[in-house]
């Protein structure tokens, strides 16, 4: 069964601190891997995309790898702003006929000042 | 930049409503998506459609339906509102596999 599943459920950490957060799935054939932000209240945006030959990739201040071996991924925030509290939504492709995707339940980071 | 948009942000309707769910999107895309999400079950797949009329039903379809007469518009349909229906629900629309899925702001449907 294709399932993605993200640690911790949720976290809270000092502004200016860094923090990571992963993801393991269970889907195969495998696509692709993107991790979403989610800020309250809106819809996810995508903020890093991986796929197979890839094992890391970043965006800013925002750092994901990828282990296609273990099937494990993570995204690494560095130097936290107020702003990075979201969830935090890891999204798995598989290739199918037409590319289904597979969304992990989200880590809800809280950044406090 | 890609828009998504959706007819409201937040809706209140009585069990047994019919209600209309409405998605637009700006960039010709393809590919458009119903999802709905909930606490610690994160998004999931109601309804998607590669194509103009066409429609593909995803994980949980059951208690819905969608239309799609033009491409820029994607609408979702409860037939008869149901209280487990209570959710917030995600349009989204990508140009074609393996691209990055644009979502809309959500509407929060709270059923009474």
């Known amino acids: 069964k294709n399932q993605v599943e993200q640690s911790p459920q949720s976290l809270i950490i000092l502004e200016g601190k860094n923090c990571t957060l992963q993801?393991?799935?269970?889907?195969?054939?495998?696509?692709?891997l993107r991790w979403y932000k989610q800020d309250t209240g809106r819809g996810p945006v995508s903020l890093t995309i991986m796929t197979f030959s890839e094992n890391t990739k970043s965006n800013g201040r925002y750092t994901a790898t990828l282990d296609a071996d273990t099937k494990q991924s993570s995204l690494h925030i560095t130097a936290s702003q107020l702003s990075d509290s979201a969830s935090y939504i890891c999204?798995?492709?598989?290739?199918?006929?037409?590319?289904?995707?597979?969304f992990g339940p989200g880590t809800s980071l809280s950044v406090i000042p | 930049d890609v828009k998504v948009t959706q007819s409201s942000r937040y809706l209140v309707k009585r069990t047994g409503e019919k209600v209309f769910l409405e998605c637009v999107q700006d960039m010709d895309h393809e590919n458009m998506f119903w999802y709905r999400q909930d606490p610690g079950l994160g998004l999931r797949l109601i309804y998607f459609s590669y194509d103009v009329k066409m429609k593909e039903k995803g994980d949980i379809p059951e208690g819905y339906s969608v239309s799609r007469e033009k491409k820029e518009r994607f609408s979702l349909i409860l037939e008869s509102a149901s209280t487990n229906q209570t959710s917030m629900y995600l349009c989204?629309?990508?140009?074609?596999?393996?691209?990055?899925?644009?979502f809309g702001p959500g509407t929060r449907l709270t059923v009474l």
């Open positions: 989204a629309s990508r140009r074609d596999p393996p691209g990055e899925q644009f």
């Open positions: 999204v798995v492709s598989a290739v199918t006929s037409y590319d289904k995707v597979i």
């Open positions: 993801c393991n799935y269970t889907v195969s054939p495998f696509s692709n």
